[in-house]
Structures are given as structure tokens and as C-alpha cells.
């Protein structure tokens, strides 16, 4: 469960480091928003995202996987038709949000396994 919270905080600050960058495209009311929406992505992803590889696979493979970005912002999309106080303009807005927040997280969670090792 702790190793659950800390993973959905550190989505939290991606998405909300992620947000502020791309401000005008990407509006985000609050940082319980952003708890939400980290909260959304994680649920979609473990049940959405398989689904959507799995039925585009030739898509996928074909493309070399490039089409994953494609889902990914499907998903980002997504949940921003669910979530109020969350808003991208567009697809390209989204596909470029999903981007930046894959890079944000995995330098957030490689900051926290550094710190484990010294620690």
C-alpha cells in the first residue's frame, strides 16, 4: 500500500509539472485535480491500455510501436472527458502530454531509487 501512494504522488507531481508546462494548452484546476487525474491514468492503465494493445497489435507492430504513443494519448484524452477540472485542447496537445509526462516520471522515480541507494 505505501509503495501504491508513492507511486500515485509521484504521478501526481508529473502530472502537475507536466501541466504547468504546457499551460495554455493544458489547464489543470488544482493539485487535488492532479491528484485525480494520476489517480484516472493508473486505472485506465492497467485496465484500458492492455485492451487497447492488445486489439491494436498489427497497428503496433507495423508501425514498431510507435502506435503505443497513439493509445497513450487516447488515454490522456480520455481522461480528460471524465475529469472537470482537466482540460487538453487537442490530440497533438495530448500526445505531446503524455510524452513529457513519461520523461518527468521516470526522472522522478530514478531521483527516489537514487536516494534509496545512498540512503
Not at 83 to 93: D, K, L, M, Q
Not at 101 to 115: A, K, M, P, T
Request: overall charge positive.
Amino acid at each position: 500500500m505505501k509503495n501504491f501512494i508513492i507511486k500515485l504522488l509521484v504521478n501526481t507531481l508529473g502530472v502537475f509539472a507536466t501541466a504547468w508546462l504546457l499551460s495554455p494548452a493544458v489547464e489543470l484546476k488544482s493539485f487535488s485535480t492532479a491528484i485525480l487525474v494520476a489517480l484516472v491514468l493508473a486505472v485506465f492503465n492497467v485496465t484500458l491500455k492492455p485492451l487497447l494493445i492488445f486489439f491494436t497489435l498489427p497497428a503496433t507492430i507495423v508501425t514498431f510501436g510507435l502506435f503505443l504513443f497513439v493509445i497513450n494519448a487516447l488515454i490522456i484524452m480520455a481522461a480528460d472527458s471524465l475529469i472537470s477540472g482537466f482540460e487538453v485542447r487537442n490530440f497533438w496537445w495530448a500526445l505531446l502530454f503524455s510524452l513529457l509526462l513519461s520523461i518527468i516520471n521516470s526522472f522522478l522515480y530514478n531521483l527516489g531509487e537514487s536516494r534509496k541507494r545512498r540512503g
